[in-house]
């Protein structure tokens, strides 16, 4: 692209390639061009926005086979609203009184091998996290043991690609947790692949599952909720339409979604659900295979493809420094990092303790920049 990153450069801001995928802190997702004009066509008129959320919640309810949606400034709001509708439900008084809990079921169970990144957006509206289970594995009797009279929802963090055998599973959670009338609250944030994951929490039983639509072509600011309809319907009330369509000044006011990322949002998940994925994989592993195919012989690096094709970051390959290399993963981040234009990878996020080794993803790479990173690796090494 000849005018690649020049609206950044003009204000003094260095574009990157960007080889590790879908983070926000690198910008999270470039709409697709069907969501673009979608997006465009958007600005065309305003439209009551409660009237807007409520036909894109059917509309991608429908797409997704639950039985209801709501669109959110991204997962994270999606997390935190669910909290919120979950404490304070119907009772508009204590819709405005929070974050102060006072009088309501505040607490939120979580495993405590499920801490995770994203936890803080769970306590944001002002629930209290409480932990169960240990570092080493969860049973169905911790659960039952956390559960008190201020218990009101249990989270799990739902992640198809690595299911932790010690970990409570999701059918037992939610057992227990209806057996004891409490919300069950799925971040799925990342599953969505295969097509089923989306809105399968949901019809296994949970009351709550978040998306985030930066993984499937929409801007980066948008996810969903997909849930019940009673649990949805409660979420909405605390959104900010919510808080200015029905003048009660809910928590999720600052969490802003504009009319025309609505629309993208729906117009992203309509077309994912009907999208040749065979087609988005295979081009997935053709670029991960050109990448390999430029630094295979090069003697102090170990290289793989990753053969992973579930939720966002398919195929995509691993470099590890053996024992003829002089140097770590940390050190070609860097030299990758400070060459012209910087690429950005990372040491892989879930490298164990002692192991060193570096992942590469193609999610965020324009067409033809997956030659320049195997290119520059080259050079680098
Ligand atoms: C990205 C992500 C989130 C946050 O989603 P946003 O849309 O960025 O708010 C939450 N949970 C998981 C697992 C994610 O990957």
Redesign the pocket.
């Known amino acids: 692209m000849s005018n690649w990153g020049e609206i950044y450069k003009s204000i003094g801001v260095q574009p990157i390639i960007n080889a590790i995928g879908?983070v926000?802190m690198l910008g999270?997702s470039t709409s697709v061009q069907e969501v673009k004009e979608a997006m465009d066509a958007a600005d065309s008129s305003y439209v009551p926005m409660m009237e807007l959320e409520e036909k894109a919640g059917y509309q991608i309810a429908k797409f997704t086979n639950v039985p209801a949606a709501y669109v959110t400034?991204?997962?994270?709001?999606?997390?935190t609203l669910a909290t919120a509708a979950f404490m304070a439900g119907d009772n508009d008084d204590f819709t405005e009184q929070l974050p102060d809990t006072t009088g309501m079921k505040n607490e939120i169970l979580i495993q405590r091998k499920q801490h995770?990144?994203?936890d803080r957006?769970l306590e944001l509206a002002g629930a209290k996290l409480v932990t169960f289970g240990s570092e080493d594995e969860t049973t169905k009797a911790d659960l039952e043991k956390a559960i008190t009279d201020k218990t009101v929802a249990v989270h799990y963090?739902a992640?198809e690609q690595r299911i932790d055998p010690k970990a409570l599973s999701l059918e037992d959670t939610i057992e227990i947790a209806k057996k004891n009338n409490l919300y069950v609250l799925v971040?799925?944030?990342?599953q969505i692949y295969p097509l089923e994951n989306i809105g399968k929490y949901v019809r296994m039983g949970a009351d709550i599952q978040?998306v985030?639509?930066?993984?499937l072509g929409a801007p980066?600011?948008?996810?969903f909720a997909l849930g019940t309809k009673e649990a949805i319907r409660k979420l909405s009330l605390q959104s900010f339409i919510g808080y200015e369509g029905r003048r009660i000044r809910g928590v999720g006011r600052p969490q802003k979604v504009d009319r025309q990322e609505i629309i993208g949002c729906v117009v992203a998940v309509e077309r994912w659900m009907s999208l040749n994925h065979e087609e988005r994989l295979s081009k997935a592993e053709t670029m991960t295979q050109t990448i390999i195919d430029k630094i295979k012989h090069i003697p102090t690096i170990d290289v793989t493809m990753i053969e992973n094709i579930l939720g966002?970051q398919p195929f995509g390959l691993t470099i590890t420094p053996n024992s003829k290399a002089d140097f770590t993963v940390e050190d070609l981040v860097e030299k990758l990092k400070s060459g012209n234009p910087p690429i950005w990878t990372r040491k892989a996020f879930f490298a164990k303790e002692g192991e060193d080794y570096m992942e590469i993803h193609m999610f965020g790479l324009n067409p033809g920049e997956e030659k320049i990173v195997g290119d520059r690796i080259v050079e680098a090494l």
């Open positions: 879908s926000t999270g400034s991204g997962a994270g709001s999606a997390l995770y990144w994203y957006c963090y992640e971040d799925a944030a990342g978040c985030a639509a930066k993984y980066h600011s948008v996810g966002v």
